[in-house]
């Protein structure tokens, strides 16, 4: 299997802009506040605290549902 010069040049030209375009961008990385224990996202008076998942039993046989 041969592979032609054009390839390669697409290929290295592929690669150069990659490159150029991973170290143009900027991530934003999460703070440790972002993270932190008890802490809710909003204003005290309008906040209602949820839980993060609540439970939700699976389906009765007699309603179909998938894999039940």
């Known amino acids: 299997m041969v592979i032609s010069k054009k390839k ?3 290929a290295l030209a592929l690669i150069a802009i990659i490159c150029i375009v991973m170290n143009k961008t900027e991530a934003e990385s999460i703070g440790s506040g972002a993270m932190s224990k008890d802490e809710m996202g909003c204003n005290p008076p309008n906040c209602h605290k949820q839980q993060a998942n609540p439970y939700k039993p699976g389906c ?3 309603e179909r549902c998938r894999g039940g």
């Open 8 to 10: 390669i040049v697409f």
């Open 60 to 62: 009765d046989p007699i």
